[in-house]
């Protein structure tokens, strides 16, 4: 079976820094997209970050320039880094990855959710 473990999330100063990390276990042929998403409470959940295998990068408008999303290939990893963080970065965050198993079928897999709480 599929898994994705996160790690990191915490509680941070406005202005200070986490790092998230995401990595996916099972059997598995390969991950792409991946990347990350938040939820406040109540509102949706909304796009904070994917990458490509390749390198390529979406990232939401509301944090460019403060997040940066990277990612492992060989490990199956892919991070976070948040600066500058806001009170409005408080959320749940959730890794996201589309990955293929061994039997080529591709779906869409969640991890278990961090939270992130910025004091201000």
């Not at 409470?41 to 390529?56: E, F, I, M, Y």
Request: charged share 20%; hydrophobic share 35%.
């Amino acid at each position: 079976q599929v898994q994705l473990v996160e790690s990191g999330g915490g509680l941070v100063q406005a202005g200070g820094s986490l790092r998230l990390s995401c990595t996916a276990s099972g059997r598995i042929f390969s991950i792409n997209p991946m990347g990350w998403y938040r939820q406040a409470p109540g509102k949706q959940r909304d796009l904070v970050a994917v990458v490509t295998t390749g390198g390529s990068t979406n990232i939401a408008d509301s944090v460019k320039g403060r997040f940066t999303i990277s990612r492992d290939n060989a490990k199956n990893t892919v991070y976070l880094q948040m600066n500058s963080l806001k009170s409005e970065d408080t959320a749940v965050y959730y890794c996201y990855a589309r990955i293929a198993t061994w039997s080529r079928r591709a779906d869409d897999f969640w991890g278990q959710g961090t939270q992130v709480t910025v004091s201000s």
